[in-house]
């Protein structure tokens, strides 16, 4: 065998080598980069108030009222009775309603959500970690974090780059030139451009979380999509995850299905008609495809289809952090 | 067989491999891509175009002996560009369809361009070696 050949092999072997690492690192290699500090451990649900979600049943579950006792951020117990149902919400400082309905072939789950004060819109990390490669199922998430309604978030840790920032915490601070979502501690939302303004600057502006996924599909109350924009590469029917608020504590999560014989799946434009007529004054889109999923009193709402399983049941895509409302 | 022929079937044989390599590029991509979720790549679809554009067709094309000219190490340096390429241009596609990114897939175009250097630096001091020889300036081979 020549030197030549012998130099081919030698480099083919590296080259596969450094590939099967490429994908290790992007897909399988866990790096945790730091904690987060979120305080979850005030959040803990009573064991009456668990039994009531339980009680909750899934979809198909009967209507259930229970004298629970809900605890509020700063652990203090203020005798608000939870009412409970398949499709609502209610307690002295989180009203939720869930409804169903088709648009465009599509199956569409909007959560209609009030709070007394935006501190109850929260996000959650997977693992309660900030790194790549971690990840958790978003019910898995909402229960460890004791949702009452949890989405998909905007999965940062896909990316490389992109602002986050999550319940006040200032995680990545690389701007990847997106348009992102940023909550403000006031309760406020904006969209703003990772190149305008930096993540340090938000922080001090109050921002409690950012959403790096994008684009905004509603600004002012008009749409700010193109009827034939898309994220990146995606089809133009899909799974979609949005957020968006009304009026001040008065948010909508919306979820839709897709990539199914039974739900089609909306395009961006699609998603922000939907989130335009919910009458919301900013909306944005979250993270879709098989990420998209909704929980909702322990149960997820949608059917999922990033998992093994196809879509449904068991066919949740394991992702990076939450979006979700909880005391 | 004459030595203009002789060189013609060579290169036939090695463009004849490249093409093989695109077509199961080609391949690939289409089967990732059909199992995508309509999501697509142009680095998965058109992956294919590194071994048909930088091996195939040049060996096809290739009737003044340029490529000889470069030698076995020359052609060993095209072969691991092409490969480089390719195999890069698929692993982007992959990641691209996921949706995530990784820094490290700019090494696959980096080492490309050394590659590339190196292969013309191979080309044109066999060249001058050639010259400094007093051999002809490489002949016009037909079949």
């Given at each position: 065998m020549s030197k030549a050949k012998k130099a081919l092999i030698a480099y083919m072997t590296a080259l596969s080598i450094f590939t099967v690492y490429v994908l290790m690192d992007t897909f399988v290699i866990?790096?945790?980069?730091?904690?987060?500090?979120?305080?979850?451990?005030?959040?803990?649900?009573?064991?009456?108030?668990?039994?009531?979600?339980?009680?909750?049943?899934?979809?198909?579950?009967?209507?259930?009222?229970?004298?629970?006792?809900?605890?509020?951020?700063?652990?203090?117990?203020?005798?608000?009775?939870?009412?409970?149902?398949?499709?609502?919400?209610k307690d002295e400082n989180i009203s939720v309603s869930l409804s169903e309905y088709r648009e465009n072939d599509t199956t569409v789950y909007v959560a209609d959500v009030q709070v007394s004060s935006p501190e109850y819109l929260k996000t959650a990390l997977a693992q309660g970690v900030y790194g790549r490669n971690v990840k958790e199922d978003t019910s898995e998430m909402a229960d460890n974090n004791n949702a009452v309604l949890a989405i998909n978030g905007d999965y940062y840790g896909a990316r490389e780059a992109g602002y986050v920032i999550k319940n006040g915490t200032l995680y990545r601070n690389t701007s990847a030139g997106r348009d992102d979502l940023v909550i403000y501690s006031d309760g406020s939302w904006k969209i703003v451009n990772e190149d305008e303004v930096s993540a340090e600057e938000l922080l001090e502006d109050g921002a409690v979380q950012t959403m790096s996924f994008g684009p905004a599909l509603v600004q002012s109350g008009s749409i700010t999509v193109g009827e034939n924009e898309e994220v990146k590469q995606s089809m133009s029917s899909n799974p979609r995850t949005a957020i968006g608020i009304i009026d001040d504590c008065h948010y909508v999560f919306v979820v839709s299905d897709g990539r199914t014989d039974e739900s089609e799946g909306l395009s961006l434009y699609q998603l922000a008609e939907v989130m335009k007529e919910l009458g919301c004054d900013t909306a944005y889109n979250l993270d879709g495809g098989g990420s998209s999923t909704m929980y909702f009193n322990g149960q997820i709402v949608n059917n999922p289809t990033g998992g093994r399983a196809g879509h449904g049941e068991g066919s949740e895509r394991s992702v990076s952090d939450i979006v979700y409302i909880g005391a | 067989m004459?030595?203009?022929?002789?060189?013609?079937?060579?290169?036939?044989?090695?463009?004849?491999?490249?093409?093989?390599?695109?077509?199961?590029?080609?391949?690939?991509?289409?089967?990732?891509?059909?199992?995508?979720?309509?999501?697509?790549?142009?680095?998965?679809?058109?992956?294919?175009?590194?071994?048909?554009?930088?091996?195939?067709?040049?060996?096809?094309?290739?009737?003044?002996?340029?490529?000889?000219?470069?030698?076995?190490?020359?052609?060993?340096?095209?072969?691991?560009?092409?490969?480089?390429?390719?195999?890069?241009?698929?692993?982007?596609?992959?990641?691209?369809?996921?949706?995530?990114?990784?820094?490290?897939?700019?090494?696959?175009?980096?080492?490309?361009?050394?590659?590339?250097?190196?292969?013309?630096?191979?080309?044109?001091?066999?060249?001058?070696?050639?010259?400094?020889?007093?051999?002809?300036?490489?002949?016009?081979?037909?079949?």
């Open positions: 866990t790096k945790v980069y730091g904690e987060a500090t979120a305080d979850v451990s005030s959040n803990v649900l009573t064991e009456e108030e668990e039994d009531a979600l339980e009680a909750a049943g899934g979809k198909q579950g009967a209507v259930t009222e229970s004298n629970t006792e809900a605890s509020d951020s700063t652990g203090t117990e203020t005798n608000t009775e939870a009412v409970i149902s398949t499709d609502t919400y | 004459n030595t203009q022929k002789k060189y013609y079937t060579e290169n036939v044989i090695k463009a004849r491999r490249y093409l093989i390599a695109a077509l199961l590029l080609a391949a690939a991509g289409a089967v990732y891509e059909f199992f995508s979720h309509g999501v697509y790549s142009n680095h998965m679809i058109y992956a294919f175009a590194y071994p048909l554009v930088m091996g195939c067709l040049p060996y096809l094309a290739d009737n003044r002996g340029i490529i000889k000219t470069a030698g076995p190490v020359g052609e060993t340096l095209l072969m691991a560009l092409i490969a480089t390429l390719s195999i890069g241009s698929v692993i982007k596609g992959v990641l691209e369809i996921y949706g995530t990114t990784s820094f490290l897939t700019a090494v696959y175009p980096v080492l490309g361009g050394m590659l590339l250097i190196g292969l013309a630096a191979v080309y044109f001091a066999n060249s001058a070696l050639s010259e400094a020889a007093g051999e002809a300036t490489p002949q016009i081979l037909k079949p």
